[in-house]
């Protein structure tokens, strides 16, 4: 008698689990990926102490450093005397980014790491969690 409510109880479970894999398949497949979804590319910012750096260089380093590939923009703090920049990882690295920048200021500089932000709003955690999900269970491309 025991061993009969096992059984049943677990055949719904794997009628159940099944269920499910058969349910996100279907909502993953649903729609055709956009065209953001298809064609994004992963990019970096990172930000440079340039205190070694002539402030005559400021007005050129802009421009000089926008027209290097991969570079999707980038910004000059006088003030702070810091670089930011965006980048895409797939045209250039990290470190070809660091060499670069050394060879096109003439001089050394060095990344600047900012302490992370703990908290935040856990929606977002949720809304990533539900979207990887989802890209998980796509079969499209």
């Avoid at 409510?5 to 990926?33: D, H, P, Q």
């Avoid at 002539?54 to 991969?70: F, H």
């Avoid at 895409?88 to 900012?114: D, P, Q, W, Y």
């Amino acid at each position: 008698m025991k061993k009969s409510f096992f059984i049943r109880a677990g055949k719904a479970g794997l009628a159940l689990a099944g269920a499910l894999v058969i349910g996100l398949t279907i909502w993953a497949n649903w729609e055709e990926s956009t065209y953001t979804q298809q064609n994004t590319q992963t990019a970096v910012y990172k930000t440079y102490d340039i205190s070694n750096v002539k402030p005559e260089q400021y007005s050129q380093i802009e421009k000089r450093i926008s027209l290097l590939n991969g570079v999707t923009a980038c910004s000059l703090n006088s003030t702070d005397k810091l670089l930011g920049i965006m980048f895409i990882t797939s045209k250039i690295s990290g470190a070809e980014m660091n060499a670069t920048l050394n060879t096109v200021l003439g001089s050394k500089i060095s990344e600047r790491e900012f302490g992370s932000k703990t908290g935040g709003c856990p929606v977002t955690g949720v809304k990533y969690l539900v979207l990887h999900i989802r890209d998980v269970f796509r079969f499209r491309s």
